[in-house]
């Protein structure tokens, strides 16, 4: 088993910064690789970025490359997000979960376990 918690969320206006963070307990060895998802009210939950645990590689969806950024403290179990230049479309619950394999990075069904989520709310 493996335990995510994610903190770091919170409300921020636009064009402002967050960064958030996702501690992982447990089984950790066992992960493959670290992702971020977000949901937006109504809104089916998306991709947002992953990150290789042990060659941090990275991924990131089309509409966050340049703003977003993913980084790991594999010492610390942690893995972050940080968020720049944030506009009101980016307001969602931010969950972290991670993935016992390498087979499908950017799908919801690829990752194995989950953490209950973070919100972000950006004020126009």
């Known amino acids: 088993q493996v335990q995510l918690v994610e903190s770091g969320g919170g409300l921020v206006q636009a064009g402002g910064s967050l960064r958030l963070s996702c501690a992982a307990s447990?089984?950790?060895?066992?992960?493959?690789?670290m992702g971020w998802f977000r949901q937006a009210p109504g809104k089916e939950r998306e991709f947002v970025a992953a990150?290789?645990?042990?060659?941090?590689?990275?991924l990131y969806a089309d509409s966050m490359k340049g703003r977003f950024t993913i980084s790991r403290d594999n010492a610390k179990n942690t893995v972050y997000l940080q968020m720049n230049s944030l506009q009101p479309e980016d307001t969602a619950v931010y969950y972290c979960?991670?993935?016992?394999?390498?087979?499908?990075?950017?799908?919801?069904?690829?990752?194995?376990?989950w953490g209950q989520g973070t919100q972000v709310t950006v004020s126009s």
């Open positions: 979960a991670t993935s016992l394999s390498t087979g499908q990075p950017m799908a919801r069904a690829g990752y194995d376990y």
């Open positions: 447990g089984r950790t060895s066992i992960t493959q690789i």
């Open positions: 990150i290789w645990r042990n060659l941090g590689t990275t």
